[in-house]
């Protein structure tokens, strides 16, 4: 099957999104949060999704539009509760990923401990890359991401810096969720973080591999 093929199968089947937060101390510390014990996680709903050629959407009231850079896990089959050492017999691929964050509205719900669904789950904050498939990444705990906005660098990071490596996270999250053929980990952000505006084009990519571009609208 092409990789596009595939990319397009998990969006049309329409499965879980599911995100880690706070995976780089770097970037726990610059939002000023406290590094976690364990896994911290969210969902995005699938009509989240947005892929190159269309734009993302500033959503109503947002002033403080973030761009995170973010490594996906694709995952290939079904499986629950599995140890971190069979875990990657699951995963299909990868792509890179874009959680894009209303930061003012998570800042709100943070305040008020309300779910964060709002500030990460509006339509278009899910910017997703081409499939990748897995044998094109050996080692995914040592894939350097970068992003851009207007040609100015704004993150880089190496996977060797998570401090929940992707093992320890599917499997992680496989004790509670189902997980299934077409659902996509984001596995979270190097520091860097910042506030996009609209005519922005934010670039994005693993270093001497794939890129991937997006233009903010209002
Ligand atoms: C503070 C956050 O928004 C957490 C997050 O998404 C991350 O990637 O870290
Ligand atoms: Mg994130």
Redesign the pocket.
């Known amino acids: 099957m092409a990789a596009s093929a595939h990319l397009s199968r998990f969006v049309d089947f329409g499965r879980k999104i599911i995100?880690?937060?706070r995976n780089y101390s770097e970037h726990a510390i610059e939002l000023g949060n406290a590094i976690p014990e364990r896994p911290l996680l969210f969902l995005k709903p699938t009509s989240s999704y947005v892929e190159e050629g269309s734009p993302i959407k500033i959503p109503f009231g947002c002033s403080s539009l973030h761009h995170?850079i973010?490594l996906g896990v694709v995952i290939k089959s079904k499986c629950f509760g599995i140890k971190p050492e069979d875990v990657m017999n699951h995963v299909g691929g990868f792509c890179l990923a874009l959680?894009m964050?209303a930061r003012d509205f998570q800042d709100e719900a943070k305040k008020k401990g309300h779910p964060w669904t709002l500030a990460?789950g509006f339509d278009t904050s899910c910017p997703i890359s081409s499939f990748i498939p897995r044998e094109k990444i050996m080692d995914p705990q040592n894939i350097e991401l970068w992003c851009s906005v207007n040609g100015v660098a704004r993150q880089r990071g190496s996977t060797k810096d998570m401090i929940f490596d992707v093992p320890t996270l599917l499997s992680y999250i496989s004790t509670y969720f189902t997980l299934e053929p077409g659902d996509v980990v984001?596995t979270?952000?190097p520091s860097g973080v910042g506030p996009v505006n609209v005519g922005d084009v934010i670039e994005g990519g693993i270093t001497n591999d794939l890129t991937m571009k997006f233009m903010v609208e209002k």
């Open positions: 995100c880690v937060g995170e973010e959680d964050t990460k984001l979270g952000t």
